[in-house]
């Protein structure tokens, strides 16, 4: 049975005095003041990707397109381990509104011990990448050029999984600044580490696009360590002694970790499955659509970072009220943040269509023969407008669900969403009706957007229930 299900009304002289618009705005402003920090860290990982790819982009076409489809077969196995920490944030939130401190330590621990259970055996998933990816019909050069960069990438796993385990405990106890802190020192660093072994600056060795995937490993594991330093060390995180007698394993929480996260890795692997695949598709089609879809979808991941941090936020303010057993403020967490992700998408939707060829060029460069790339990235961004708001309101109405420990249904419409409804209209129109990427994206679009529905559907139908069971 899920917690959410054994909710008991609020007290009734429990904020009486405030108007349910009063309400609202006080919900408004705390997922906000939440939010923001967990956003710009979002923003702050993405912006290291970025620059990778920037810095990758200076070595030629054929490289992007290996960096893409390295990625592809690095997040089949990193989306795993990071659907199952991310079941760190309810079960922490949750008992940090019942003011229960023993599992909120035990939360994060059991989280650490799970990352590291599953990373050991992905870490072995890039060793492999150039023969998985032959396998699927990718170009030997490009697939030679992608395991490079994976050797350099696959080391990354384990300190990147315990950093989102980290970060979720910071945030359910409402102080989610450590983990900005240290990604806005995180950026600048990578961007000059990769510059110089891509290079060979500063008297390092000039390593290439193995270069740049060492630099993030790297990188990965100095924000791990930070963080836990701050856990260890620092106040509010240092009064749960989260590093003490960490060998003690508590099984039954662990077990309740399993059960949360596994769907929520389930619902991811099936999500970046389906732009995996997008992305095999692209390579099928040719380099020059593999290349604007990698950068067109680098902007949809740099506008996706901030409604991911407002959906971990709603995830928190959800787990908070369950926690204290509020109904009324359960509900209104939710779409609260729900309407966050769907106007700040709106309005970022709007400046993407604006400025959609200077950022072709942005990554492209301005000389002649990139011209026809930079044309496709400008017309998959437009044909992305009612993607990126339907991603949007998707990722924040499924944190919202994981704030009520509800994962398992939310797998099943991922699964009906994506690849019954996405992954076909893409590869129909895309082939049957010779739309080339266009067709690509307007079956990621339609995927997402009928994703998006139903979990809004969802959340709205839990919420009613909780609120007639008063």
């Not at 990778?52 to 089949?76: K, N, P, Y």
């Not at 709007?350 to 400025?355: D, E, F, N, Q």
Request: glycine residues 10%.
């Amino acid at each position: 049975m899920s917690s959410f299900e054994t909710i008991t009304p609020a007290p009734a002289n429990t904020g009486a005095s405030l108007t349910v618009r009063g309400h609202v705005l006080t919900e408004l402003a705390e997922t906000l003041k939440l939010a923001v920090p967990i956003a710009l860290t979002q923003l702050g990982q993405i912006a290291m990707m970025t620059t990778d790819l920037a810095l990758i982009g200076r070595l030629g076409e054929q490289a992007v397109a290996a960096a893409a489809l390295a990625h592809t077969i690095f997040f089949i196995g990193f989306t795993l381990g990071m659907g199952l920490v991310s079941a760190v944030a309810p079960l922490a939130a949750q008992a940090f509104g019942a003011r229960d401190p023993r599992i909120v330590r035990r939360a994060l621990r059991v989280g650490l011990w799970v990352a590291l259970f599953v990373a050991l055996p992905l870490m072995a998933i890039p060793l492999f990448g150039e023969t998985l990816l032959i396998a699927l019909g990718q170009a030997p050069e490009s697939a030679k050029l992608a395991q490079q960069y994976l050797m350099g990438l696959g080391w990354c796993i384990v300190p990147a999984l315990w950093f989102i385990a980290i970060r979720s405990f910071m945030g359910a106890v409402n102080r989610p600044e450590p983990g900005l802190w240290i990604t806005l020192a995180a950026i600048p660093s990578n961007a000059l580490l990769a510059y110089a072994l891509i290079h060979g600056h500063f008297g390092l060795p000039q390593l290439g696009l193995f270069g740049a995937g060492l630099a993030t490993s790297i990188v990965n594991a100095g924000m791990c360590a930070a963080g836990l330093w701050f856990c260890h060390a620092r106040r509010p995180f240092k009064k749960y002694h989260v590093l003490g007698r960490f060998w003690r394993i508590d099984w039954s929480l662990m077990k309740q970790l399993l059960v949360i996260g596994t769907p929520i890795s389930m619902s991811f692997l099936l999500e970046y499955g389906l732009f995996s695949a997008a992305a095999l598709l692209m390579g099928l089609i040719s380099t020059t659509a593999i290349t604007a879809h990698q950068i067109s979808l680098q902007i949809a991941a740099i506008l996706f970072m901030v409604p991911f941090g407002v959906g971990m936020a709603a995830t928190v303010r959800v787990g908070h009220a369950v926690g204290r057993g509020d109904v009324a403020s359960t509900s209104r967490a939710g779409f609260v943040a729900i309407a966050i992700g769907a106007v700040f998408m709106a309005m970022m939707t709007l400046a993407v269509i604006a400025v959609r060829y200077q950022i072709a060029f942005a990554f492209l460069g301005t000389s002649e023969d990139v011209v026809r790339t930079a044309e496709l990235v400008a017309t998959l961004l437009l044909v992305g407008t009612t993607f990126f708001v339907a991603d949007g309101v998707q990722t924040v109405a499924a944190g919202a669900l994981r704030g009520l420990n509800d994962t398992r249904i939310p797998m099943l419409m991922a699964a009906f969403s994506y690849w019954g409804l996405g992954f076909g209209v893409a590869y129909a129109l895309a082939f049957w009706f010779n739309l080339g990427a266009i067709g690509v994206w307007i079956g990621l679009s339609c995927g997402t957007a009928a994703y998006a529905i139903l979990l809004v559907g969802r959340f709205y139908m839990l919420t009613k229930r909780l609120r007639l069971r008063i």
